[in-house]
């Protein structure tokens, strides 16, 4: 049955693994390549990830820099970037695009700070519903008679512990992310 747990706490991971992906993309005011992690640049009538049409690197603490492999890509990549929710205008040069990520103001770091927190409290809300998931999987094995009342008890109390483990892990993103975002 260590399996079935096993199975829920996979879901719990790839829960925290979403989160961190949702974090990377939040621009805390220094240059994260991840924040070009969802665009995509149309190349040969398909959509490519950005990283795959050009060599993406941060020179500086607030610059990213993107060099396409083939230089007819530059309108493309550009014109990505501005369709995309990234918010920042790139400088072309004719060989490299520059995007210069601006001092965050206060009122925008506390609007990330409130976005971080609302999306640590929807992870949570997922590993609450995988618990309960497993929850509802147990009680049905229990009234079919694949388990015994102390089988359940100690499944429900494993689920406990895997839920309050990740809920704590989840907080832990939230402030790091958060302390991130408020450093100046």
């Known amino acids: 049955m260590?399996?079935?747990?096993?199975?829920?706490?996979?879901?719990?991971?790839k829960t925290i693994k979403a989160l961190e992906n949702e974090y990377n993309a939040i621009r805390a005011g220094r240059a994260?390549?991840?924040?070009?992690?969802k665009i995509t640049v149309e190349y040969y009538g398909q959509a490519t990830p950005l990283?795959?049409?050009?060599?993406?690197?941060?020179?500086?603490?607030?610059?990213?820099?993107?060099?396409?492999?083939?230089s007819s890509m530059m309108k493309e990549i550009e014109k990505a970037i501005l369709a995309s929710d990234v918010g920042i205008t790139p400088n072309n040069d004719g060989k490299v695009i520059r995007l210069v990520f601006p001092?965050?103001?206060?009122?925008?770091?506390?609007?990330l700070t409130k976005d971080v927190k609302k999306k640590g409290e929807e992870a949570k809300v997922a590993v609450r519903n995988i618990r309960r998931d497993a929850l509802d999987k147990f009680k049905k094995q229990l009234k079919n008679h694949e388990i015994t009342e102390d089988d359940?008890?100690?499944?429900?109390?494993d689920m406990q512990k895997l839920t309050d483990k990740y809920v704590k892990d989840i907080d832990v993103h939230v402030e790091n992310k958060t302390k991130e975002i408020l450093t100046v």
């Not at 260590?2 to 991971?13: H, N, R």
């Not at 359940?152 to 109390?157: A, G, I, R, V």
């Open 2 to 13: 260590l399996e079935e747990i096993k199975k829920y706490e996979d879901k719990m991971q």
């Open 32 to 37: 994260n390549p991840h924040v070009l992690d």
């Open 51 to 70: 990283q795959q049409v050009g060599n993406v690197s941060v020179p500086e603490p607030r610059m990213i820099q993107i060099q396409p492999w083939d």
């Open 103 to 111: 001092e965050l103001t206060e009122e925008r770091r506390k609007s």
């Open 152 to 157: 359940l008890k100690d499944y429900e109390t």
